[in-house]
């Protein structure tokens, strides 16, 4: 009796432990990345809308120790929404439809505690490279095992990138908010645009897809519901459509800093924004 007792209370602190580390590793949706087809990568940036009210707006070329990519961004106050348009480099992001969700830690050290109680995630170590120098960019957790066009991760900047952006010693081992985030990086300048963060998105998925997000939900501690998961303050809410061959991103709904009049605007052939109050929709054709 005392051996089931004893494994019981084991058993019992374990899981307790381990749902403490989940609760610790607040992270937040930073990053939605997704290739598009190249007429609407080249007019993101042609309505003045989207260019002047809606968005910040900025095109960057990135070299990693692993890739170099460049990319369109609608960066936000709090998240920033990349687009890429399909390369013959055959890594991911280069394929049409290839979207990522990234999240980012509010704390160094949180990605190494959950890898270390779940065997089924690895860490990606990507290194930003220059002319002159190398250095830790991020580490990213992901599940090991993904065989969709959609991939997720907790994003995790190393101190060496932190220090870049103004960051202390002692800031860098303490917990960041997003908003603390931008106070030590931006100061006192105030986001010029609306786009405030993101909050939910919608996707199309078959059985393959259904599955990954299944083990999403499973792994990271989400809440897996009949039609949506719920991460953090984040949702991803999901169709199945069996025909598919691939998750498809149908809609990105976006927090607003301030409420707008109601509007739909052309952003490209293939992508709508609608405004309703303070949030927007980015709607995505097929």
Known sequence: MKTKETSFLIFWIIMTFSCQLYSQSKADCNTLFMCIAKDDFDALFSNSFVKDTL????????????DEYSGKYFIGEFATIEFLQPSEKNKFGDHLNDIGIEFKSRKIGILDSLKNINSKVEIEKVYLESDTEKFLWYDALKLKENKTNLEFSILEYSAEYLKTLGFTDEECQKTISPTDFNKIVYGN??????????????????????????????????????????CNDFRIYYKVKKKIDK????????????????????????????????????????
């Open 55 to 66: 968005f910040f707006c900025k095109e960057n070329t990135t070299k990693t120790s692993t």
């Open 189 to 230: 300048h105030n986001y010029p645009r609306k786009f405030k963060s993101i909050k939910s998105i919608k996707l199309e998925v078959n059985e393959i897809g259904l599955n990954y997000l299944k083990q999403l939900a499973s792994n990271f501690d989400f809440s897996f519901n009949k039609n949506y998961i719920q």
């Open 247 to 286: 998750t498809l991103l149908k809609t990105i709904e976006i927090n607003l800093t301030d409420s707008l009049p109601s509007k739909t605007s052309l952003i490209s052939p293939n992508i709508t924004v609608s405004i309703s109050n303070n949030t927007a929709q980015l709607l995505f054709k097929h």
